[in-house]
């Protein structure tokens, strides 16, 4: 299965400010999927990311807060824009394999 | 520290003993359910999956039991070992083809020694 690299592992951020999440896979990969998992919660789908066109969206997410990049088939970007104490989880990228997901281990972003 | 989990159900059981982690799914559409082991500061591992034509799987010391009359779905662990605690989570394909899997709450599994 493939193999994620996913950083940083935690940040501790700013209220107001950016941060950009990166996800490396060791294979390609025509979907990329980006997971936001809150504290005590399940995992739930921010958007999907296919290289050479834009993220498709899940509701409640949107563009300007979450833009992402997808500039080939080994790699993506998260970024969460304009943060607030309630964007504090951790952000998790995955990559559809044989048997489901394959996960990074995961961004832990605490907003201050 | 541990977020993850933190709020979840909490199953706690003996080493040696057996655990059953149970999970709802919402959708009676789906056909393709997995569940996954979640270790703290870790991203979701996938554990055993099974199909919606199969009532029954069975792994190395794990079984998923499917019913798909009441959307059940249930991990059995058996001889639960302390490096089995962790947080566990079900999920279902949801729509076909999509690759969306929705998951479900999540159970934490804490093994006493």
């Known amino acids: 299965s493939a193999v994620i690299s996913q950083k940083p592992s935690r940040d501790i951020c700013q209220r107001g400010t950016s941060l950009t999440i990166q996800c490396q896979v060791d294979s390609q990969v025509t979907m990329m999927f980006w997971y936001r998992q809150q504290p005590g919660q399940s995992l739930t789908l921010i958007a999907t990311?296919?290289?050479?066109?834009?993220?498709?969206?899940e509701s409640g997410f949107v563009i300007d807060k979450f833009p992402i990049s997808r500039p080939n088939l080994t790699f993506s970007t998260l970024t969460v824009s304009n943060m607030s104490p309630e964007d504090s989880s951790i952000y998790l990228c995955s990559v559809q394999g044989w048997s489901g997901y394959t996960f990074g281990s995961g961004t832990r972003l605490t907003v201050v | 520290g541990e977020s993850v989990g933190l709020h979840l159900p909490t199953l706690s059981v003996q080493e040696g003993d057996n655990s059953i982690i149970n999970c709802a799914y919402s959708n009676s559409a789906s056909d393709y359910f997995i569940w996954y082991k979640q270790e703290s500061g870790k991203g979701p591992q996938f554990i055993i999956d099974i199909r919606s034509n199969m009532d029954k799987r069975q792994g190395q010391r794990v079984t998923v039991l499917l019913n798909k009359t009441v959307k059940h779905l249930s991990l059995q662990i058996a001889a639960t070992q302390p490096g089995d605690s962790a947080v566990y989570f079900c999920?279902?394909?949801?729509?076909?083809?999509?690759?969306?899997?929705?998951f479900g709450t999540g159970t934490r599994l804490k093994v006493l020694a």
């Open positions: 999920a279902e394909s949801g729509v076909s083809g999509t690759y969306k899997y929705i």
């Open positions: 990311a296919n290289q050479g066109s834009e993220a498709t969206y």
